[in-house]
């Protein structure tokens, strides 16, 4: 049985936060909201409770998790140190949408970080997060709240669909506001090395640090060693195959509409995750979802779950996805559907 808890988003409720709080330090599983995602919380200097969040997800015990702090006097006792670049970066980022990737301290449980040496650390922006992990008085574990390899729950009833029954209990404050995950940047390399693209951009990163070197798994080249142990998995995927198509407009509606008429000649069920400006030009039996304007990608990457959640009910053969710019937010969300895509890409 999982238990449901409701709170305002802005000022929850301390009793029932409380309640919440009371069974992760009894060593529960209870599903939070962030500013990004939806996350699987246990306490993170528990082991047997760290392990049940494996053993709920479905996940390879050899992907680290991120740990949640409440406040930035949290991190001293979990790293072995605390280089200069980080400590830039948490000035600019925290509490945000940042995890931190340091030299872990000994404190730290081997099943936290997969064996590694280091060990992700984030301070999130939620204030129900926060209060949530200061009431439990220890730093939280959270992988995103769902099933391994599937897209991640940005809403209370998402992480129900995949592991009701499976947890103790979810606290539901709304929809998460940015809608993909943290980003995550390794501060252990001379120069801080971008390990997964998220909610603080890039050109955030560039602006801070000078410099930020780039994991070769983010230009596509995803047969090297993984550095992140999650990147080499599969990700985000939807219940059905989806192809995406990359380019700039318009030949990336273009080359959409010709995939699409192909697909519904040879008399499949086709799904189609477009923009705003796509939608009044899709062919008639084509399944639409609309994920936001090409020039709101704050709108896309909020929506991008949902959006990649929608065809579990539909029963589409093939789902053709449109992709955006890189720009900003957008090496996030491109980064999330070539995953969902298995890489299946096609360029203009
Ligand atoms: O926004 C988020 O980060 C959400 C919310 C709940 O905070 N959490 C989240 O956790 O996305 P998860 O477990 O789904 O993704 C964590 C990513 C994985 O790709 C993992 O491999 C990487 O962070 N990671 C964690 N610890 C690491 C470490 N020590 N070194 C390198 N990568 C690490
Ligand atoms: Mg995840």
Redo the contacts with the bound molecule.
């Keep these: 049985h999982t238990e449901y808890f409701v709170v305002d988003k802005d000022h929850p409720d301390q009793g029932v936060l409380g309640q919440a709080a009371e069974l992760l330090k009894q060593g529960k599983l209870v599903a939070f909201p ?1 500013e ?4 699987l919380g246990a306490n993170g200097l528990d082991e047997k409770a760290v392990a049940n969040i494996y053993v709920a997800k479905g996940r390879p015990s050899d ?4 740990l ?1 702090i409440s406040h930035i006097e949290e991190l001293k006792q979990l790293v072995a140190h605390i280089p200069n670049n980080a400590k830039v970066l948490m000035n600019a980022y925290w509490p945000g ?1 940042l ?1 931190i ?1 340091f030299r ?1 301290a000994a404190i730290v449980p081997d099943i936290v ?2 064996g ?1 040496e ?3 650390i ?1 301070l ?1 922006d939620s204030v129900v997060a926060r209060e949530l992990i200061a009431l439990a008085g220890t730093p939280i574990a ?4 769902n099933i391994s390899g599937r897209p ?1 729950p940005t809403n209370a009833q998402a992480v129900l669909v995949d592991l009701e029954g499976k947890i103790d209990a979810v606290v539901d404050a709304g929809n998460c506001q940015i809608g993909v ?2 980003t ?1 940047i ?1 501060c252990t390399t001379p120069v801080p090395t971008l ?2 693209p ?2 603080v951009t890039l050109e955030m990163l560039m602006e801070t640090l000078g410099e930020v070197e780039m994991d070769p798994i983010l230009s596509g080249s995803f047969e090297l060693a993984p ?5 080499k998995y599969t990700h985000y995927a939807p219940d059905a195959p989806m192809v995406l198509v990359e380019g700039e407009y318009p030949q990336v509606l273009e080359l959409l509409l010709k995939e699409v008429s192909a697909a519904l000649t040879e008399g499949k069920r086709v799904g189609a995750l477009i923009s705003g400006q796509t939608a009044d030009k899709l062919p008639v039996g084509t399944i639409p979802f609309v994920y936001g304007m090409r020039e709101n990608v704050e709108e896309i990457a909020a929506n991008l779950y949902l959006a990649l959640r929608n065809y579990d009910d539909h029963s589409v053969d093939v789902i053709f996805a449109e992709g955006i710019s890189e720009e900003g937010l957008g090496l996030a969300v491109m980064n999330r559907l070539r995953k969902a895509s298995g890489y299946r890409i096609i360029k203009g």
Excluded: K, Q, W
Excluded at 63 to 66: G, K, T, V, Y
């Design positions: 962030t990004t995602v939806y996350g992907n680290p998790l991120i949640h949408p995890t990737v872990r970080t997969g590694l280091t060990v992700g984030r999130p959270a992988p995103s709240a991640s995950e943290s995550v390794d390990l997964r998220g909610g550095r992140s142990p999650g990147m």
